[in-house]
């Protein structure tokens, strides 16, 4: 029997401005089949079956491939005006394989005189939940010569030792790694005007699969929290995407107001037009997509 509404568990994950996904908690009832219903668990075995896939697939891409297909995105990406006029960036700085590289993109960005940060993950003790988290910061790289000298992590992406963090800024203005729950706000002057994202998978709604650690979608949520001082003179740049396509529901004025989500996508990791990346409410969807075969996927509405 079908459940009155009021007692379902529902939330609604805003994919776009024209689809929604309905998430059920605790599915008590038979769905109607014109109802695309699914549970969490669902969705995270869903994407943890598309990683699986996507890791395959990344597996043979040859190097080359990935060098041109490289070259084509960063040409894209110094083109773009929200690239051009940003002064502040977090970019990702590639892994050997499996990812567009970004090399290009941090060289220019330097020399460009860009303040450009990147991940920086370690482990942070939540107050309120009692547990230790691994969390991602972005840091601020100094210079050429320190992102060449930078050795790669586990996963081989180039990275910060815990020795060279405390002293450095990060981007909500501070030093060294932020406190999670510390509430500060940031100014006209801190936060970041471009983020480039990467990703095991992107599709055509602007969604992103992640390596399911959720450090993206973690520090985005944390970024959005911080609020920019309502007194700032900074002019906006305009945006890349239509504002409602944040996932978030926290629709309220935040700092997330003038930064851009742009991803770097192999072409081998944009679904067909037909596949979807499952996602949950937590997920952000990002403002555009490039693609290594020169596709460049934006929001419609400017
Ligand atoms: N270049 C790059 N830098 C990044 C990310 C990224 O995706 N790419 N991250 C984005 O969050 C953060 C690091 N997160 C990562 C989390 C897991 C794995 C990883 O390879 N995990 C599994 C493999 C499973 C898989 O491929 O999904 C492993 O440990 O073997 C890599 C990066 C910050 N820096
Ligand atoms: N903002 C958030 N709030 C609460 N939980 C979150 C948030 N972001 C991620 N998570 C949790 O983190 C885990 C990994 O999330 P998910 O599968 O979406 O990762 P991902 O998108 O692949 O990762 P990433 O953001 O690092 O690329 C999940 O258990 C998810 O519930």
Sequence with gaps: MKAPPEILAERFTKRSSREHIRIREMPTFIPDSSTPTVTMAGVQTAKKELRRKMREALRSIPKDSIVSQSGVATNKLLSLPEYRNAKRIGIYLSMPSGELSTTGIVQSALKEGK????????????????????????????????FESLEPDNWGIPSLKQSQVSSRKNCFGGYGVS???????????????????????????????????????HFLTRYSKKEVNSKTNTPKLPFLGERPSYSRTN??????????????????????????????????????????DGQFLVHECR
């Design 115 to 146: 303040d450009v940060y990147i991940p920086y993950i370690h482990s942070a003790v939540s107050s309120l939940a009692q547990q230790k988290n691994s969390i991602m910061d972005m840091l601020a790289l100094r210079s050429l010569e320190e």
């Design 179 to 217: 406190p999670q729950e510390d509430g500060k706000t940031m100014n006209e002057n801190h936060g970041l005007d471009l983020v480039i994202m990467p990703g095991m998978a992107f599709d055509r709604g602007f969604r992103r699969l992640g390596h399911g650690k959720g450090y993206y979608d």
């Design 251 to 292: 629709k309220e004025e935040t700092s997330l107001n003038k930064i851009h989500l742009v991803a770097l996508s192999l072409k081998e990791q944009l679904l067909p037009p037909a596949e979807e990346i499952p996602v949950l409410e937590h997920d952000w969807l990002v403002d555009a997509v490039i693609v290594g």
